[in-house]
C-alpha cells in the first residue's frame, strides 16, 4: 500500500495536514538534538523526512539509519538525502521493524513517526528498539492521537473520517489507503494507553506531550542504564 502512494505520500503529508505534519517532525528531531545522541535509527522512516532533520547540519556529529519495509519509499528517501547533501550522514535499509539485523546496543537513540500503528505486533517492534538501544538510550515517537476537547474532537473527526479519505483517494489514486488511515489512527491506543505498551516493552520514564490540541502526541521512553 505505501508502495503504492509513495510518488504523492509527501505531498499528501503537508496538504492533508496543512502543514504541521513538517512542525510535528521537527519536534520530534528536537527531542533527540543533544549531542550525546550521534547515533540514531528511524522506524518506519519512509521517504526520509525525519532523517533530513536528524541530520541537516549535523553531519560528521551524528550519523542515521533509516529502516523501513516499502521499497518505493526508500527510493525516494535515497534521492531526498543525496539531493540534501546528507547522504553520507545516513544509510537506509529494507526490512521489517519487528526483525532489525542490527546489533544489540548500536544506537544512542532511536525515533519512529507516524509508523508504530502500522506494525503487526507493536510491543515485539518496540522491543526491537529497545534491544538495539544503547542502556540510557532515548525512544521518541510521534503518532496521531485524537483531540480530548469535545469540539475540536467533533471537527477533527468529521474531517478525518469524510474530508481526508476523499481527497487522499482523489490526489492519490488509492482511496483504500486513505480510508485504512483514520481507521488505524481510531482504533490504536494513544496517550496512556501507548505510554503502558512503552513500559511493558521495556522503557522507562514514558511520558505522552500531545501537540495541536492533541492531533499528534510525541511520546518518550529511555532504556535503562544497566
Known amino acids: 500500500m505505501f508502495d503504492a502512494i509513495a510518488p504523492r505520500y509527501d505531498l499528501l503529508n503537508r496538504v492533508l495536514s496543512f502543514g504541521q505534519d513538517r512542525k510535528w517532525r521537527r519536534a520530534l528531531a528536537n527531542s533527540v538534538s543533544d549531542p550525546r545522541y550521534a547515533r540514531i535509527l528511524d522506524v518506519a522512516t519512509g521517504t526520509g523526512d525525519v532523517l533530513m532533520a536528524l541530520a541537516n547540519g549535523r553531519c560528521g556529529e551524528r550519523f542515521c539509519v533509516g529502516v523501513d519495509m516499502a521499497g518505493e519509499m526508500l527510493g525516494l528517501a535515497h534521492e ?4 540534501g547533501g546528507v547522504g553520507s550522514a545516513c544509510a537506509l535499509a529494507r ?5 532489525v539485523p542490527i546489533a544489540d546496543g548500536s544506537f544512542d537513540a532511536a525515533t519512529i513517526a507516524f509508523g508504530i500503528r502500522n506494525v503487526s505486533d507493536v510491543a515485539k517492534a518496540l522491543g526491537e528498539v529497545h534491544r538495539t538501544l544503547k542502556p540510557g ?8 492521537g485524537l483531540p480530548s476537547r469535545r469540539i475540536p474532537r467533533r471537527l477533527y473527526l468529521f474531517y478525518f473520517r469524510h474530508v481526508l479519505p476523499l481527497l487522499g483517494g482523489l490526489i492519490s489514486g488509492d482511496y483504500h489507503a486513505y480510508r485504512y488511515l483514520n481507521r488505524s489512527v481510531e482504533s490504536f491506543p494513544y496517550g496512556k494507553a501507548f505510554c503502558d505498551v512503552m513500559s511493558a516493552s521495556g522503557f522507562d520514564n514514558v511520558i505522552a506531550r500531545p501537540l495541536t490540541y492533541g492531533i499528534a502526541v510525541l511520546y518518550f521512553g529511555e532504556k535503562a542504564h544497566a
Open 95 to 99: 526490512c521489517n521493524a519487528e526483525s
Open 80 to 83: 531526498k538525502l543525496m539531493r
Open 137 to 144: 538510550g532515548r525512544l521518541a515517537v510521534l503518532e496521531f
